[in-house]
């Protein structure tokens, strides 16, 4: 079965992908997508991230990195967030 869906490009060559469309790629807000163009026709494909993709999009602090600093870190930042979740509400009896 066939479903038309249409949308409207903006000045700025923007379109809004309808909802029913962005849940059967499961798209979701600030996803990647690409778009292939096959003879008279373009698909839109949802580009699925992986570590590969996205390295080095973010610049260290500094030069070599510390890397055992950043794992104690990210242990102490999880080990709070744990803390504070299971902490007793001081209005249960």
Do not use: H, W
């Amino acid at each position: 079965m066939t479903k038309l869906y249409t949308s409207v490009v903006t000045q700025k060559g923007q379109v809004t992908i309808p909802v029913e469309i962005r849940r059967a790629l499961g798209i979701k807000a600030n996803d990647r997508v690409t778009f292939i163009i096959e003879q008279d026709r373009v698909c839109i494909e949802p580009i699925a991230e992986s570590i590969e993709t996205i390295f080095g999009a973010i610049e260290p602090i500094q030069r070599p990195e510390d890397f055992q600093r950043l794992r104690d870190t990210a242990i102490e930042d999880y080990v709070g967030d744990v803390v504070r979740n299971t902490e007793p509400d001081d209005d249960v009896p």
